[in-house]
């Protein structure tokens, strides 16, 4: 067989479309490319229930994202759940009394956080906790609770 | 009876007999590939027969694969009122799944084939005898780089096979059927882990690129020198390539993605 100069560059252009392929993949189709760097401050809540939230899901101020969960861990006194966030610094003026909320996209979406700002004149900072939360609607409490009141109701 | 029970003991004396001069061919391969790198001539001829000769059915099957889950997955995705999910459905399933398993299918079919025809023709025709004789060592001078080409050219082409199987979907579902084209990206973003599922179907594919290589490479080095041998050692790399690919893929798919 002839080896040719041909060859050499098609086998160029081989490789090459190859490894375009896989960094497409990695910045078009995976999250790589959405990654928010340490750009970012923590906030923390603390939830009675965090419901079906996970780490990444994502935090919405009216329906921007503006940061993710970074982690969620149990607290050992209270029994609340710790929610942290990772909050993008280019918003770094949320009022401090902001409320957060766990809601579910859709009927069955995923769960995120949603941002209620405030009023006041005092910002967020990194590592300050939000107080005022309510926790996430769990659907089958509410489906048992509705079941109990008809039942009881009759 | 006793026929049977020597006939038993036979079939399993030489299939160990098989896997053991396998394994021998493979270490042997093995180190034989410190000899191709220092002479990338041999190596290029190779990556052109087996990558770039596999290049345009496997972006040509990647292309319908892709453009086939669009439509299907619009179908069911649609019932639910889910359409904007379907971004999401194309991408992991070929990332995590069809991109490594069909394109080596593919290239089991494609190269795989021409691989062991090639060798085993080698053979019958005492090519390999001949290199022998020369003291060329045949497996270094041979079968080294073109096991090197396909351990080499396989993740490229499961690459590809996905990226382009992404782009049919799109082209079906955002182009044809008119599902938004922010949310299919978004939702694709959102779900798609570049470690879990990106860096796992590469590591997939790097491995279904080694088996289906040594196998083939495997099968034509062990053919019978006759034209009949080699046509069957030819059919042999198909089947078994197929069902290594296919097993392996369970095992390797329990491995990174069931919590066993």
Sequence with gaps: ?154 | MLQFLQNLGKTTRSSFAKLGRASFFLSHTLTGISDVLPRPNLLIKQVYSVGVLSFLIITISGLFVGMVLGLQGFNILSDFGAEESLGVMVAASLVRELGPVVSALLFAGRAGSALTAEIGLMKATEQLSGMEMMAVDPIKRIISPRFLAGFLSMPLLAALFSAIGIMGGHLVGVGMLGVDDGAFWAQMQASIDFQEDIINGVIKSVVFGFVVSWIALFEGYDAIPTSEGVSRATTRTVVNSAFSVLALDFILTALMFGDI
């Design chain 1, 1 to 154: 067989m002839q080896h040719s100069k041909t060859q050499d560059t098609l086998v160029g252009f081989f490789v090459a479309s190859g490894i375009a392929a896989l960094f497409y993949m990695a910045l078009q189709v995976s999250n790589l490319g959405s990654y928010t760097s340490d750009d970012s401050y923590t906030v923390y809540a603390h939830f009675q229930n965090s419901g079906g939230l996970k780490v990444k899901s994502p935090v919405n101020v009216a329906g921007v994202r503006i940061g993710r969960v970074s982690a969620i861990r149990l607290d050992r006194d209270s029994h609340e759940s710790i929610v942290e966030m990772r909050i993008e610094s280019q918003y770094n003026n949320l009022p401090s009394d902001s409320g957060v909320s766990i809601y579910t996209a859709g009927l069955l979406g995923e769960q995120y956080i949603s941002l209620d700002p405030g009023s006041s004149d005092e910002f967020l900072k990194d590592k300050s906790t939000i107080d005022i939360t309510s926790s996430a609607i769990v659907l089958e409490e509410m489906i048992g609770k509705f079941m109990l009141n008809k039942a009881e109701g009759k």
